[in-house]
Nanobody, 117 residues
Framework: QVQLVESGGGLVQAGGSLRLSCAASGISIFTINAMGWYRQAPGKQRELVAV???????NYANSVKGRFTISRDKAKNTVYLEMNSLKPEDTAVYYCNVRSTRSADYWGQGTQVTVSS
């Protein structure tokens, strides 16, 4: 079974930083096409935050460009999201996502990020 275990969420003040981690197991790094992060705020649709492909190409939501950085450690099969200059509007549950080379999606359980004003 594929499991994505997330960690790093928490409560921070506006302007603060957090680093989210997502460790994937039960899936080979060689069959992962991309890893990314989505978020969902209360009453809002789930939205893409950042994604990194197996080749290292990254893409970010406009709202987080310049503030967030996505990276991966292939040896650990782990993806990270470094979040800086956090804003209250970043408050959401953040979900790790893995897309296989067969376009199958796997999801983490979600980790809460709360940014106070």
């Amino acid at each position: 079974q594929v499991q994505l275990v997330e960690s790093g969420g928490g409560l921070v003040q506006a302007g603060g930083s957090l680093r989210l981690s997502c460790a994937a197991s039960g899936i080979s790094i060689f069959t992962i096409n991309a890893m990314g992060w989505y978020r969902q705020a209360p009453g809002k649709q789930r939205e893409l935050v950042a994604v990194i492909t197996s080749g290292g190409v990254t893409n970010y939501a406009n709202s987080v460009k310049g503030r967030f950085t996505i990276s991966r450690d292939k040896a650990k099969n782990t993806v990270y999201l470094e979040m800086n200059s956090l804003k209250p509007e970043d408050t959401a549950v953040y979900y790790c996502n893995v897309r296989s080379t067969r376009s199958a999606d796997y999801w983490g359980q979600g980790t809460q990020v709360t940014v106070s004003s």
